[in-house]
């Protein structure tokens, strides 16, 4: 057998077992036997580095260091799901799923596995590139890291879509979380706090051999792509299965909301038999053609929704109730409580949202109250023990003025918080607004974060995100922690700031309630800085999803002097504040004022294609049929319902090409 026949051998022999130890839970190899064919495979590799395979079992074993971890932008956005906490939510959920779809719903359901959130591209049946959910948006790309995990297949088995992506969950097994705190114990270092922690810090080691060493597993729970060739949620899974990947058993196919309780109630008792940490259960539209007629909000799938058990509450003193400035002026009270686990984590500090949750709850300092985590992440106080009151307690009086720059605080009518007026003499809310400016989803300026910010303000270098665009390398020299290679790439990053497209450099100006959707869409409808700078509240409210309290905000944004005068100097600075003549150019107004839903399977152009063709020809695209809607366009497989119902309103039902046709 020649050198490269032996190295494919055995690389087909520890690939075939890794998958019956680590996916199957069925061993093929002694550990023993093991280790020596991978040694040998290492000393073939080594000798012959030109037969080395990109996905070679030896990869497994890491040894790549990376020191700064590359941002990808994910082809398919990683939504969050919205999240259920009754059988009325689930219901509800039910409600609008059938009000929207045609004919019986079946659903999935998914054990929640509390975990960090990857996703993996293949192509032609090889791993390509792992990449962090990050903000849903766009990620880190650990694939190094991911390579060191055994549950995850270099290579695929049986048939496979060309290319595509498939998510999970990176999950540390009980068993495993367990043995790593012994042996840190052992040689007196500090244990670490959970598993779910531990999983995602291991994601952004810098060294993949230490990730190695970490028995790390991968959960997958579905395939994204197009051309995928299946076509239900259940299939999908048994399809992952079948190509190699860990794909947990528990899945269950069910045709109603009460199997579905039937299977949470049932999960609720069991999760604690199960090797890995648990918070709920996904519920998911099985019929992927139904997914794609429900389609999305800005945040969340509406063919899916995450039912998440009862969360674990404790009880604790409340020392001290402080005050926080947020950058647009919000104050939020903060709890400082008497440290008490929960949830695996040590909680110190709760958030108090507003005056009237204090006045609902009579939260005051010294009352024992019972905390509990908000879909088991942010700690909040959900009650008083009032049989422990101390006898001296006094009800909570509300701050009056700023805590940072004792100015009087205003609260408007039906607005629950309060807030601080002074927006240009208050640190926090101008640290707040610039690092906000800087963050990822907004202007991205890589070799500047939070901290930094922090002390260019302090130092009295910026006082306003326009003063980013104005640095040197001299002025940044000096400053605590900056070496020259930091200060270089802090230039760079705000140099390559002034790229970023209008919609998001909208969303980084920080206009309070203008988000990431709706600065998308002011974008899009009036194209530049200045036309938007312009428009009445009158005329804003009638813009797609604008209700009167963005659009007093934006006019208050733009009465303001010193908002105008920064906006100018981005302008000198050759910041982006309207659309690109690429953007312009696909633009058209031939839909405007027409509203349109999509039902069905097209031929010539992708469900989101024809949707974002609407758009871009100005017209709007709703989820459901009503007397507001101008067309219905129908594709093959359109559920009989829908057309009843447009027929019943006399919406005008056309066809794919009736609508291509019409924009040309």
Known sequence: MDIQQQIKTLSEELRQHNYNYYVLDNPSLTDYDFDIKLKQLQELEAKHPELVEVNSPTQRVGGEVTKNFETVVHENRMYSLDNSYSKEDLLDWETRIKKMVDGVVQYTCELKYDGASISLTYEEGTLIKAVTRG????????????????????????????????????????????????????????????????????????????????????????????????????????GAREMGFKVPTAAKLVCSIDEVLEFIDYWNVHRYNLPYETDGVVIKVNNLQQQEELGYTAKAPRWAIAYKFKSEQVSTRLNDITYQVGRTGAITPVANLEPVELAGTTVKRASLHNADQ??????????????????????????????????????????????????????????????CPNDYGCAPQITGRIQHFISRKAMD???????????????GLISNYSD???????????????????????????????????????????????GETVAKKLAKHYKNIDALSQATIIDLVTVDEIGIRIAESLVDFFISKENVHIINRLKGFGVQLALSEDVLANQTDKLKGKTFVVSGVFETVSRDELKKLIEDNGGKVSSSISSKTSYLVAGDKMGPSKRAKAETLNVLIISEQDFLNSII
């Open 445 to 459: 300026i890589e070799g500047l974060g939070g901290e930094t910010v922090a002390l260019l303000v302090n130092e």
């Open 468 to 514: 980013l665009y104005e640095l040197n390398k001299k002025q940044l020299m000096p400053l605590e922690r900056m070496a020259e290679k930091s200060a270089e790439n802090l230039i760079n990053g705000v140099e390559a700031s002034r790229q970023i497209p209008f919609e998001r450099v909208l969303f980084a100006l920080g206009i309070r309630f203008v």
């Open 358 to 419: 204090i006045e609902r709850l009579d939260i005051r300092v010294g009352d024992e109250v019972f905390v509990e985590k908000g879909g088991e992440i942010i700690p909040k106080i959900i009650a008083v023990d009032f049989t422990k009151r101390p006898a001296y307690s006094e009800p909570t009086k509300y701050i009056a003025n700023c805590p940072e720059c004792k100015t009087e605080l205003v609260r408007s009518a039906g607005d629950a918080k309060h807030y």
């Open 135 to 238: 903000d849903g948006t766009q990620g880190d790309n650990v694939t190094a890291n991911i390579k060191t995990i055994k549950s995850v297949p270099l290579l695929l088995k049986g048939k496979y879509p060309s290319k595509f992506d498939i998510r999970g969950e990176i999950v540390l097994p009980f068993e495993g979380f367990n043995k790593m705190n012994e042996e840190r114990i052992d040689i007196g270092e500090e244990p670490y706090r959970n598993p779910r922690n531990t999983a995602s810090g291991s994601l952004k080691l810098q060294d993949s051999a230490e990730v190695a060493k970490r028995p790390l597993e991968c959960l997958l729970y579905n395939i994204t792509g197009s051309n995928l060739g299946i076509s239900t949620q259940f299939e999908s899974l048994e």
